[in-house]
């Protein structure tokens, strides 16, 4: 058996721990964004317009919120294993019911439970994986954990474009329904056991004490907003992005349009590296860069349709900013008391989801009446509108905040 972890243990966490927190992290994310890559097959198969067609990523992030108001909190309440261990199970089920769905409304609902359990483990893990880190390494585990998920969406991408060409999308689901199953067995025992909580609130209370960080806790409010901004940004590419490029003129194959996922590889380096520079005191400087980054990656993106060379920039761009921006959000942020983190983490990825669900039908709707022009627009529009609101908090009246943000 594992012995407890302490947040206060000055021992580094060692690196198969880490590994593990990591591995989970992207397993799970991995089944949130199986759909993007699969809009035009699921419209046709279920009946629904392009427009319409959004409104499947949308249940997801709807499951998403859920997990992050409901779910994730209780890591900070309860044994983090035994939840971790219940929701694993009740995903694998969530799985195999939307490879079954027959009609739409079974389809929705599908999605929205794989959003729930999905993020509610990829969540508790990385607020799990802060609160046994010590203070000085943080930042580190969480950018690893972080490089987890980055990893996940990148297989999620590939994973679905391949299986999808090969077996259908179905296959996706009850494919990766087996990979769960089979992590569930690697994760039953080695999760590590963290102190118990000395006060234990009522649910109820609990769930209040998430609205009173929303309301009075200036680093989480300024990283939230940045957070929607940014992953609105990064959702209305990703879901647009298999429209135009299954369609003429290039005609390309779902396990090709999931390919491009790969180029995020970058993300994932720059995740990892980006806690590191949180904890030596950049976080700031990070920021400004990241979404500097995050604004120009719309011209080359815009040029897609002259040469596929542009849409590979733009890919790295937008992967590298976002992931090095999210990255140093999170390490802010958990910055606060270990037995907040579930809360804190919860509470943050709520302005990620809301964003990201709000990108997807933003982008499939402009899609549908400007195309990819009108796409670039509205996602260099939402880039810039972040990179004020970071201008505006790093001047120097802001100073008390921009100095921890």
């Known amino acids: 058996m594992s012995l407890p972890l302490s947040p206060n243990d000055a021992r580094p966490l060692p690196r198969s721990l880490v590994a593990l927190f990591?591995?989970?992290?992207?397993?799970?994310?991995?089944?949130?964004?199986f759909a993007q890559p699969l809009l035009?097959?699921?419209?046709?198969?279920?009946?629904?317009?392009?427009?319409?067609?959004?409104?499947?990523?949308?249940?997801?992030?709807?499951?998403?919120?859920?997990?992050?108001?409901?779910?994730?909190?209780?890591g900070d309440q309860h044994d983090r294993r035994r939840l971790a261990r219940?929701?694993?199970?009740?995903?694998?089920?969530?799985?195999?019911?939307?490879?079954?769905?027959?009609?739409?409304?079974?389809?929705?609902a599908g999605m929205l439970c794989v959003g729930l359990l999905g993020t509610a483990m990829t969540q508790g893990m990385i607020a799990y994986a802060a609160s046994s880190a010590a203070a000085h390494e943080r930042g580190r585990v969480v950018g690893a954990a972080q490089s987890g998920v980055v990893i996940g969406l990148l297989?999620?991408?590939?994973?679905?474009?391949?299986?999808?060409?090969?077996?259908?999308?179905?296959?996706?689901?009850?494919?990766?329904?087996?990979?769960?199953?089979?992590?569930?067995?690697?994760i039953w025992r080695r999760l590590p056991v963290q102190a118990?909580?000395?006060?234990?609130?009522?649910?109820?209370?609990?769930?209040?004490?998430?609205?009173?960080?929303?309301?009075?806790d200036r680093v989480l409010q300024l990283r939230g907003t940045l957070a929607l901004l940014m992953f609105a940004a990064f959702s209305i590419f990703w879901s647009a992005l298999a429209?135009?490029?299954?369609?003429?003129?290039?005609?390309?194959?779902?396990?090709?349009?999931?390919?491009?996922?790969?180029?995020?590889?970058?993300?994932?380096?720059?995740?990892?590296?980006?806690?590191?520079?949180?904890?030596?005191g950049w976080a700031q400087r990070t920021s400004g860069v990241s979404l500097a980054l995050l604004l120009l990656g719309w011209l080359p993106l815009a040029l897609m349709q002259r040469s596929l060379g542009w849409l590979v920039l733009g890919i790295l761009l937008l992967d590298a900013a976002c992931q090095a921006l999210h990255v140093t959000n999170q390490?802010?942020?958990?910055?606060?008391?270990?037995?907040?983190?579930?809360r804190l983490i919860g509470c943050y990825m709520l302005f990620y989801a809301v964003g990201s669900g709000a990108g997807a039908i933003a982008s499939t709707a402009v899609y549908a009446q400007a195309g990819w022009s009108g796409v670039c627009v509205l996602g260099a529009g939402v880039s810039l509108l972040a990179l004020l609101v970071w201008a505006v908090s790093a001047r120097p009246r802001a100073a008390g905040l921009a100095c921890r943000a």
């Open 243 to 280: 429209l135009p490029l299954t369609a003429a003129p290039w005609s390309l194959s779902h396990a090709a349009v999931g390919a491009f996922g790969l180029l995020g590889a970058v993300g994932a380096v720059l995740a990892g590296r980006a806690g590191r520079w949180a904890d030596r």
């Open 331 to 342: 390490a802010l942020i958990l910055q606060r008391p270990a037995a907040a983190h579930g």
């Open 40 to 74: 035009d097959t699921l419209a046709s198969d279920f009946g629904l317009s392009q427009a319409a067609v959004g409104g499947v990523v949308t249940a997801t992030q709807a499951g998403s919120v859920l997990a992050l108001l409901l779910l994730v909190p209780l």
């Open 22 to 33: 990591a591995g989970t992290s992207g397993a799970s994310v991995a089944n949130v964004y």
């Open 196 to 216: 118990p909580v000395v006060e234990r609130l009522p649910y109820g209370r609990l769930l209040r004490s998430s609205l009173d960080l929303l309301r009075t």
């Open 86 to 108: 219940a929701q694993l199970m009740a995903l694998v089920l969530a799985l195999v019911g939307v490879a079954a769905a027959r009609g739409g409304i079974a389809l929705m």
């Open 155 to 186: 297989l999620a991408r590939v994973w679905s474009g391949v299986v999808a060409d090969l077996v259908g999308w179905r296959g996706v689901y009850l494919g990766s329904a087996a990979v769960m199953a089979l992590l569930g067995t690697c």
